[in-house]
């Protein structure tokens, strides 16, 4: 297909119903628990939420990246905090895995991160390092028979809680991003510490600091080759965008459909507030928004499942989108009025929510850089891929 098709396939519909019954039915009733919930976690697995785009041998269902946003935009409409689970248990861990890793990484790990019978995390930030990624102080060495690593990791989503992560680290700082590795290291040993980070919102998914003395990684999870750990961020980096962009799109559907039900409902001066004409602008420029943020998403996607470039365009759909649930956010707390100020309406927590979408997987100002170098022509965004999704369907 070298057109895109708006209309969604029988396939993705399907898993599109099952993800909208299961955010109403299992996570709505349980909303105002805002701490993160195993059990659900696990249920999304078996129902095959994180395995749209990977085949079945890794417990997939081989729908594509596509399916994967309309899920992961459904479970955020009603719980945006549940929506890092999509990063680190599909694409920026076990994707990972699949991508670079050896096929013995593949078989010990993918399958079980996809079924969510095991948790991950991916280990970019540090206490003195945040998009700058070249500058990780993490420190790898190669002891013969294995890897040794130490430093520290902060801001990690599902830091607290994972089973396995994929740390990213150097071997000589000077040599920038010429000096990083990617390596997949089991959280269950000696010198893994991790304490929980309290924050405003998303807090569904907890995210840690984390402390690593003399951790050891076996020779065969390097992910890649030695040196090359920062092609490894950057393709991470770019399907990463995918879920996040996903799920603001998803945050912003649930301040606009809240909205218009409180505008409907809510009478002031003997009539409902939606037959007010600031009212119904802002409602049309909610509604605006959040579908152009959606089809900035869909059309990054489709690009990615065409096996084509698409680093400035989920770029684009990713900036856009945060900067879209933020906005949006904002004028729902509006049309709410004091109720959208109490704990007693959704959308206070769909406020706190929002903000992490403008920094999380790169920060707005980082996608502004992004695509401004390559409006200027001053750094092309889009780049020649290693791999491509094709390559792993029907992965045997």
């Given at each position: 297909?070298?057109?895109?098709?708006?209309?969604?396939?029988?396939?993705?519909k399907?898993?599109?119903?099952?993800?909208r019954?299961?955010?109403?039915?299992?996570?709505?009733?349980?909303?105002?628990?805002?701490?993160?919930?195993?059990?659900?976690?696990?249920?999304?697995?078996?129902?095959?939420f994180?395995?749209?785009?990977?085949?079945?041998?890794?417990?997939?269902?081989?729908?594509g990246?596509?399916?994967?946003?309309?899920?992961?935009?459904?479970?955020?409409?009603?719980?945006?905090?549940?929506?890092?689970?999509?990063?680190?248990?599909?694409?920026?861990?076990?994707?990972?895995?699949?991508?670079?890793?050896?096929?013995?990484?593949?078989?010990?790990?993918?399958?079980?991160?996809?079924?969510?019978?095991?948790?991950?995390?991916?280990?970019?930030?540090?206490?003195?390092?945040?998009?700058?990624?070249?500058?990780?102080?993490?420190?790898?060495?190669?002891?013969?028979?294995?890897?040794?690593?130490?430093?520290?990791?902060?801001?990690?989503?599902?830091?607290s809680?994972?089973?396995?992560?994929?740390?990213?680290?150097?071997?000589?700082?000077?040599?920038?991003?010429?000096?990083?590795c990617?390596?997949?290291?089991?959280?269950?040993?000696?010198?893994?510490?991790?304490?929980?980070?309290p924050?405003?919102?998303?807090?569904?998914?907890?995210?840690?600091?984390?402390?690593?003395?003399?951790?050891?990684?076996?020779?065969?999870?390097?992910?890649g080759v030695?040196?090359?750990?920062?092609?490894?961020?950057?393709?991470?980096?770019?399907?990463?965008?995918?879920?996040?962009?996903?799920?603001?799109?998803?945050?912003?559907?649930?301040?606009?459909?809240?909205?218009?039900?409180?505008?409907?409902?809510?009478?002031?001066?003997?009539?409902?507030?939606?037959?007010?004409?600031?009212?119904?602008?802002?409602?049309?420029e909610?509604?605006?928004?959040?579908?152009?943020?959606r089809?900035?998403?869909?059309?990054?996607?489709?690009?990615?499942?065409?096996?084509?470039?698409?680093?400035?365009?989920?770029?684009?759909?990713?900036?856009?989108?945060?900067?879209?649930?933020?906005?949006?956010?904002?004028?729902?707390?509006?049309?709410?009025?004091?109720?959208?100020?109490?704990?007693?309406?959704?959308?206070?927590?769909?406020?706190?929510?929002?903000?992490?979408y403008?920094i999380g997987?790169?920060?707005?100002?980082i996608?502004?850089?992004?695509?401004?170098?390559?409006?200027?022509?001053?750094?092309?965004?889009?780049?020649?891929?290693?791999?491509?999704?094709?390559?792993?369907?029907?992965?045997?």
């Amino acid at each position: 297909m070298d057109q895109m098709d708006f209309e969604l396939t029988k396939e993705v519909k399907a898993i599109q119903k099952e993800t909208r019954r299961f955010a109403r039915q299992e996570v709505l009733p349980r909303i105002k628990e805002e701490v993160f919930k195993r059990d659900l976690v696990s249920k999304m697995g078996k129902l095959g939420f994180f395995g749209c785009a990977f085949p079945m041998k890794y417990g997939g269902s081989d729908l594509g990246f596509l399916a994967h946003a309309v899920v992961c935009e459904e479970i955020s409409r009603v719980d945006s905090g549940l929506r890092p689970l999509f990063n680190v248990q599909a694409l920026t861990v076990a994707y990972t895995i699949m991508e670079r890793g050896t096929s013995g990484a593949r078989d010990k790990y993918v399958k079980d991160l996809v079924l969510a019978q095991k948790l991950g995390c991916t280990c970019f930030s540090e206490p003195n390092v945040g998009s700058d990624i070249a500058s990780i102080e993490t420190s790898i060495e190669d002891k013969g028979d294995y890897f040794l690593l130490n430093g520290a990791k902060t801001w990690i989503s599902n830091g607290s809680v994972a089973d396995v992560a994929i740390v990213y680290a150097t071997f000589d700082g000077s040599l920038k991003h010429k000096g990083l590795c990617a390596v997949v290291v089991d959280t269950d040993q000696p010198g893994w510490t991790t304490q929980e980070t309290p924050k405003l919102g998303d807090k569904s998914s907890p995210i840690a600091e984390i402390h690593l003395k003399d951790v050891r990684a076996p020779k065969e999870n390097l992910l890649g080759v030695w040196g090359g750990g920062f092609k490894v961020a950057m393709s991470a980096l770019d399907r990463g965008r995918i879920s996040v962009a996903s799920g603001a799109v998803g945050l912003a559907q649930a301040c606009v459909d809240c909205s218009i039900e409180y505008a409907n409902k809510r009478i002031q001066f003997g009539k409902p507030i939606a037959q007010y004409q600031l009212v119904k602008g802002s409602i049309a420029e909610m509604v605006s928004l959040t579908e152009a943020a959606r089809l900035l998403v869909w059309r990054g996607v489709w690009l990615n499942d065409q096996d084509r470039p698409f680093t400035r365009e989920i770029a684009l759909a990713k900036y856009f989108a945060g900067e879209t649930v933020v906005k949006v956010a904002g004028m729902a707390m509006e049309i709410h009025g004091g109720m959208g100020y109490s704990l007693e309406m959704p959308v206070e927590k769909y406020y706190r929510d929002a903000k992490l979408y403008q920094i999380g997987e790169g920060t707005a100002n980082i996608m502004r850089i992004l695509i401004a170098d390559d409006a200027l022509g001053i750094k092309k965004a889009n780049r020649k891929r290693l791999h491509v999704p094709s390559e792993f369907r029907n992965l045997e």
